[in-house]
């Protein structure tokens, strides 16, 4: 009798929240235990299975010197590796970092630096190992992490959409937030996902699941300006979740 598959989770710098996205699957995280072997979950279970593994979903970005050696491990022990949120593609919210001086971070929040072991960065967990699908979000859509665990173990592509928030917004029905209101939203050049779910209350797009692939960036700023944002503010509409994400990143805190 072959043996079911193997799914591992892991964890690097990050809140937990696509983890426990995972977790709030719950009947269908049921369904799934019967279908693979969940060999390695510690948010889930102390339960820990020697690899290989066939499917790894890893959270978090790469932070320490020792994080860059265990995700090395972690590709060396994973058929298949994805990451999973906004920490994991593109270095988090903790990669304003990047743009700063750390030595100046360490020494203001802890009392004795020195014992602080870090990297001057916070990066996405493709610039270390080779990743075979990256899963957006801030957190993840428990739907589309489903869809992506589920087309892996079939041996076919994800069938997760490559469009802007804009396209969410239409299907839906929604009036648009900036047309209608003068609301800045960053909709146009954000990953589909979320289901517009703030322009589902009237608010314009965070950009929680980071830039679309072609987003055009340039064309979005002279709207969020007539929006009533200055250039410091627009900097600052980018300099969240996914502030170290290419397209976004040249509008974050250095611009």
């Known amino acids: 009798m072959t043996s079911p598959p193997t799914l591992a989770v892991w964890k690097f710098a990050s809140c937990d929240g696509c983890q426990l996205t995972l977790l709030d699957c719950e009947d269908e ?16 279970s102390v339960d820990v299975r020697p690899g290989p593994y066939d499917v790894s979903l890893v ?25 999973i949120g906004a920490c994991a593609t593109a270095g988090g919210i903790q990669a304003l970092r990047n743009f700063a001086d750390i030595d100046e971070f360490r020494s203001a929040v802890y009392a004795s630096p020195h014992y602080i072991d870090t990297l001057a ?20 859509d428990r739907g589309q992490l489903l869809e992506v665990i589920s087309a892996f173990l ?22 648009c937030v900036t ?14 996902g979320c289901g517009a779910l703030c322009p589902g209350v009237n608010r314009g797009c965070y950009g929680c699941f980071g830039p ?9 700023v002279p709207l969020l300006r007539r ?7 627009v900097d600052r509409v980018f300099s969240t979740f996914n502030v170290a994400a290419p397209a976004f990143a040249d509008r974050g805190p250095r611009a």
Do not use: W, Y
């Open 59 to 83: 959270e978090g970005s790469i932070t320490t010197p020792g994080d860059v050696e265990r995700i090395r491990r972690v590709r060396e022990q994973s058929r298949v590796l994805i990451t």
């Open 227 to 233: 929006c009533g944002l200055d250039d410091g503010d």
């Open 179 to 192: 047309v209608a209101h003068g609301e800045p939203c960053l909709g146009p050049v954000t990953h589909a």
């Open 121 to 140: 960065t916070s990066t996405a967990i493709a610039a270390h190992v080779t990743v075979d699908f990256e899963l957006r979000g801030c957190p993840i």
């Open 29 to 44: 995280l049921l369904t799934l235990a019967e279908e693979v072997t969940i060999a390695h979950f510690l948010e889930a």
């Open 154 to 175: 079939a041996g076919r592509k994800p069938d997760i959409p490559d469009t802007s928030v804009c396209t969410e917004c239409k299907r839906r029905g929604l009036t």
């Open 212 to 220: 679309m692939t072609g987003a055009n960036v340039a064309a979005l």
